[in-house]
C-alpha cells in the first residue's frame, strides 16, 4: 500500500500518543458495544482444530479483543500487529500474564511491508480497524496481504463499521455491508459469510479461494 493521498480522510486524533492513545480507550470502555462481537469471535475461532491456534490481530489496540481471546482459548498464540508503541504499552497493562502467550508487532498496516516476515497464521482477526486504512479504496489491498498469511483451511474475521441508515455516513472511510463482502472477493476470498450485524457493526467471516 504505501499510501497517503488527498483522497484519504485525516484522523481528528494521534493514537500514537500516549493522552490520545488513553482517551480513546477510556472512552471505548465507556462505550463497549462489542461484547456480542467478541463472543462470535471466540466462538469461530475455537472451531478450528489447529493447537496451538496461531491468530494475528490487525490495529489490536489496547487489548480489548486480545484479552477476550486469550481468557477464553487458553493454548492459544496470538500476535498483535499495530503502528501505536502507546497502544502496546497499554495492551501489556491489559493482558497480564497473557503477555506471555503474545507477540506485539509494531507496524502500520498502511504501508506496503507490513505483512513482510511475519509467519503463518491460522486466523486473521481485526475489529474496528479497517476504517484506520483512512480510506475504503486501500481495502482491497490489505486483504490480499491477510491472504497471503493465512495457513490452509484458515479464515479471515472482519468486523468493521457499515455504510447505511443505522450506521455510519462517512463514504469515503466505510463501506456498506456489500462493499465490505466485494472487496473481499476481490482480494481473493470465498465463501464470505456475515455472521452478525448490529449497532452500526458487521462481522465477516472469509475463507481463502485458493
Not at 23 to 49: G, H, I, Q, Y
Not at 77 to 91: E, G, I, Q, R, V
Not at 146 to 155: Q, V, Y
Request: aromatic share 8%.
Amino acid at each position: 500500500m504505501g499510501h497517503e493521498n488527498s483522497d484519504d480522510v485525516p484522523s481528528p486524533i494521534d493514537l500514537r500518543s500516549e493522552g490520545d492513545a488513553r482517551d480513546w480507550t477510556a472512552l471505548a470502555m465507556s462505550l463497549r458495544p462489542w461484547r456480542t462481537f467478541f463472543e462470535r469471535f471466540v466462538d469461530e475461532l475455537r472451531s478450528l482444530n489447529a493447537r496451538p491456534l496461531q491468530i494475528l490481530e490487525l490495529g489490536s489496540g489496547p487489548g480489548f479483543l486480545a484479552r477476550c481471546v486469550l481468557d477464553a482459548i487458553t493454548d492459544a498464540k496470538y500476535t498483535m500487529l499495530d503502528f501505536s508503541p502507546a497502544m502496546h504499552c497499554l495492551a501489556r497493562e491489559r493482558l497480564g500474564t497473557h503477555v506471555d502467550r503474545t507477540r506485539q508487532v509494531l507496524a502500520d498496516f498502511k504501508q506496503a511491508d507490513w505483512s513482510d516476515e511475519l509467519g503463518y497464521f491460522d486466523a486473521i482477526v481485526t475489529h474496528q480497524a479497517v476504517h484506520e486504512l483512512r480510506h475504503k479504496k486501500h481495502a482491497v489491498a490489505l486483504h490480499k496481504s491477510a491472504r497471503s498469511l493465512l495457513m490452509p483451511g484458515g479464515f479471515y474475521l472482519v468486523c468493521d463499521h457499515y455504510v447505511g441508515s443505522d450506521g455510519m455516513s462517512n463514504t469515503a472511510l466505510y463501506m456498506t455491508v456489500d462493499e465490505q463482502r466485494a472487496v473481499l472477493n476481490e482480494a481473493g476470498f470465498s465463501s464470505i459469510v456475515n455472521l452478525l450485524q448490529t449497532n452500526g457493526l458487521v462481522l465477516h467471516r472469509a475463507h481463502c479461494n485458493s
